[in-house]
């Protein structure tokens, strides 16, 4: 990936060069800015509203450095002045998928990106004695094993949601390289299971550290 | 009010015109209403601010509110009803007297205006040999001064005497030269300057001032106006017109009588008294600074044809020609290092893909611009410096962050196309400060025009994203950095944001602006001859806003 602006002082450059996830696992490239919204975000005395402010600014760049891996193919067109531009173009074909609740914070932006794009959903819940994760409700387009999936889920602190989420997923026929998952923080343990578990799923993240924001949800949707 | 003036192509805000329409031709040239917070300034307006102004009937009865005239006022000559608008339309182009010129060369300089000084006794024809040179000029950025806005205010005593006809406005002494030297120095400066409004009712300078840029050329007239050796020492070019006494006389007792109800007796008894012993003392031997001298005024074409040979001479001197000269002056030089192109993704080429092709509908164009502005903004953010802070989170740990140094940021926009980058704006800064320049090209000339400003009062203070859609040859986004540079923002705090930029743009402003930081999404390397940048996305702002010819 591009780096830019790469601030080598910060703690997610260490953790990125002390922990490798395999090539798949890619960090958002991080500048002052992204830090100064994770520095929000992570702040216990910001006020709600301007938390879902700087989320909503931090998801939209996560939203399209995640659309970054999507392929594209080569296309020319013709400029306004009769002159050709040697541009690109996506391939049709893909979809998000929000892991109920916190990640359907991340459907704005993916919308905000792409207009018409379809999006599925999947209620996982772990179970209050067990912590084992079960999954409660699933709906997905009917053609999602032909689709390139982005899976959103802001927050990952264990990694068994997002594991369970997409093993549902796989079982509806999505190819694993098939798969983006777009997330916000994450912690070197969900980020060790996740890649170990689903090596050719591509995992997209703003910054690895071993305390994740877990107010996340709540602060973003008020119920805490 | 404003609203009886005719104004020809251009915002009715962008000038604080007199409302009457019928005012002296200097006050309305170079009016830029800068003001942070005058959005009515010609509203509550009630005095005409000049002495040469005619109350003519129809328009006194139009506005209600006719005022007599109650003193004398022998030194300037309407040559005849010359219009305030801001566009002056001759035979063959025209020519904007409001609005601010591309008052620097090449390298982003300001360079020095032509002052021609227009000296000439009473009613002699100062202003129509003014208007005429300004018509013959060609030029499209003039100002013209004069003398009669810089009276000094009167006390009591003095404004009984004025009443009474027995206040001597012909002498030197009533004028404030050191205000007048002052102001002129500026306008050639090309720094902004407030002209007073003399109201000439109460013989006092009203709140309001008249705001003036300097321009191509600065015409200053008035009848003392070779009488003061610095001022002489300012002038390019000295002009005396000497009209026969008897004309002049003449003149004035047709205008005092016919146009301003004003009893034969009194003219007379003023004329004697001030007038004339003020031409034979001052006026007339001040003739010999005089460079030229035209007989017989505004008539004589021949000299106002040699007058205006001999400036253009000067103006193509000091290179008055802009915009070409800019296209050319670099090639093949290293991109600059206070340019930051946004980091190319797919999905970045993907969006230029879009916008480029000029058969993508406008839902889509603004869709795509709106996408790939966002991340252009949000790049140039990260641009600004921060400072590391720790902070507390609610998981009871302690986080090394980091927050921008400065809340204070203003994005400045330039019409109209950079008007489409301000919702972006908003969108990533709460509460951000919005400041708006409009700037055109002119059609005829290819030079960009000042028309309009609109700036936080205290700016300076502000780190300053300028917001621009496309930068081809630079000139709009330099007269822009100029005018903040006005404002006293340091050169270094201004970071120039635009969506695609051509090559040449980036050198310009690169090279006249050195501390100014560029911010872009691509640099495209051609320029076509009609400024369009190659392969380029068009004019931005008409497939944005849906205003395209066809």
């Not at chain 1, 260490?14 to 890619?26: A, E, I, P, R, V």
């Not at chain 2, 640099?523 to 497939?543: A, H, L, S, T």
Request: charged share 25%; proline share 4%; hydrophobic share 40%.
């Amino acid at each position: 990936m591009t780096k830019v602006n790469f601030d080598k002082s910060a703690i997610i450059s260490k953790q990125c060069k002390t922990f490798d996830f395999g090539h798949n696992f890619k960090l958002l490239p991080t500048n002052d800015l992204i830090k100064e919204l994770q520095t929000v975000i992570r702040d216990k005395n910001t006020y709600r509203s301007d938390f879902v402010f700087n989320a909503d600014r931090l998801i939209r760049l996560i939203v399209e450095e995640g659309l970054n891996q999507l392929p594209y193919e080569p296309h020319q067109v013709i400029t306004p002045t009769d002159e050709v531009y040697y541009g690109l173009k996506f391939i049709k074909g893909n979809c998000g998928v929000s892991i109920v609740r916190s990640g359907e914070a991340m459907e704005q932006g993916l919308r905000d990106c792409c207009r018409s794009i379809r999006i599925g959903k999947i209620l996982v819940q772990s179970d209050e004695d067990t912590h084992e994760a079960r999954v409660l409700y699933a709906k997905f387009p009917v053609d999602i094993s032909e689709r390139r999936v982005l899976l959103m889920y802001p927050i990952m602190s264990t990694g068994n949601t997002v594991v369970k989420a997409v093993k549902v997923l796989k079982d509806h026929g999505v190819k694993e390289h098939n798969i983006i998952l777009l997330n916000l923080f994450c912690t070197p343990s969900a980020a060790t299971l996740v890649t170990k578990a689903f090596p050719s799923m591509i995992v997209l993240t703003s910054e690895v550290h071993p305390v994740a924001p877990n107010h996340f949800g709540q602060k973003y949707f008020g119920t805490d | 009010m404003s609203s009886s003036l005719d104004f020809a192509d251009v915002p009715s805000s962008a000038s604080s015109d007199r409302s009457d329409g019928n005012d002296d031709l200097c006050y309305d040239f170079g009016s830029i209403d800068i003001d942070a917070d005058s959005g009515e300034t010609s509203a509550d307006y009630t005095s005409p601010p000049s002495p040469a102004r005619i109350a003519s009937p129809r328009l006194a009865t139009l506005k209600g509110q006719k005022r007599e005239r109650t003193l004398s006022l022998s030194k300037s000559s309407t040559g005849g009803g010359i219009k305030s608008e801001t566009v002056l339309r001759t035979r063959h182009r025209t020519i904007y007297t409001a609005g601010r010129p591309p008052w620097y060369d090449a390298q982003g300089q300001s360079f020095e205006p032509f002052v021609i000084g227009i000296c000439g006794g009473s009613a002699s024809g100062k202003t129509t040999v003014s208007r005429k040179i300004i018509e013959a000029l060609d030029v499209p950025w003039v100002t013209l001064i004069s003398m009669d806005s810089f009276y000094k205010v009167l006390n009591e005593e003095e404004h009984k005497l004025a009443f009474q006809n027995m206040y001597d406005f012909d002498h030197p002494d009533a004028f404030d030269f050191q205000l007048l030297i002052e102001t002129l120095q500026k306008l050639k400066e090309s720094k902004r300057v407030e002209v007073p409004v003399y109201n000439f009712v109460t013989h006092g300078r009203e709140k309001r001032t008249k705001t003036m840029y300097g321009a191509n050329v600065i015409i200053c007239e008035g009848i003392l106006l070779f009488t003061n050796s610095k001022l002489l020492e300012m002038m390019d070019m000295k002009v005396f017109i000497d009209t026969d006494s008897d004309i002049r006389l003449a003149r004035r007792l047709k205008r005092d009588i016919m146009e301003r109800g004003r009893d034969l007796e009194g003219v007379i008894m003023q004329y004697n008294r001030f007038v004339k012993p003020s031409f034979d003392y001052y006026i007339a031997p001040s003739v010999i600074h005089a460079d030229l001298i035209v007989p017989r005024g505004g008539e004589n074409q021949v000299a106002i044809n040699l007058i205006v040979q001999h400036v253009h001479t000067q103006l193509q001197l000091r290179g008055v020609k802009l915009r070409s000269k800019l296209v050319k002056s670099h090639v093949d030089q290293p991109l600059p290092q206070t340019l930051k192109v946004l980091p190319s993704t797919p999905q970045i080429i993907g969006m230029h893909t879009f916008i480029r092709n000029r058969d993508t509908s406008r839902d889509e164009f603004i869709f795509y611009s709106k996408r790939l502005i966002r991340l252009l903004i949000e790049y140039a953010l990260s641009l600004f410096s921060f400072k590391d802070v720790t902070i507390e989170t609610p998981q009871n740990i302690v986080y090394q962050g980091k927050r921008i140094e400065s809340r204070k940021i203003c994005g400045v926009s330039i019409l109209r196309a950079g008007e489409t980058m301000e919702q972006a704006l908003c969108d990533v800064l709460k509460d951000v400060r919005l400041g708006k320049i409009l700037i055109q090209t002119n059609m005829e000339t290819d030079e960009p025009e000042l028309y309009y400003l609109r700036l936080p009062k205290d700016i300076k203070d502000y780190r300053i994203m300028l917001m621009d859609a496309t930068v081809g040859t630079g000139a709009a986004a330099m007269m822009a950095i100029r005018v903040l540079l006005d404002h006293d923002v340091p050169e270094e705090n201004i970071l120039l944001c635009s969506l695609l930029m051509a090559e040449s743009g980036v050198h310009s402003i690169a090279y006249a602006f050195p501390k100014v930081k560029i911010v872009t999404t691509a640099v495209d390397v051609e320029i076509n001859e009609k400024f369009y940048i190659i392969p380029g996305i068009g004019n931005f702002g008409d497939r944005y806003f849906g205003t395209e010819l066809e």
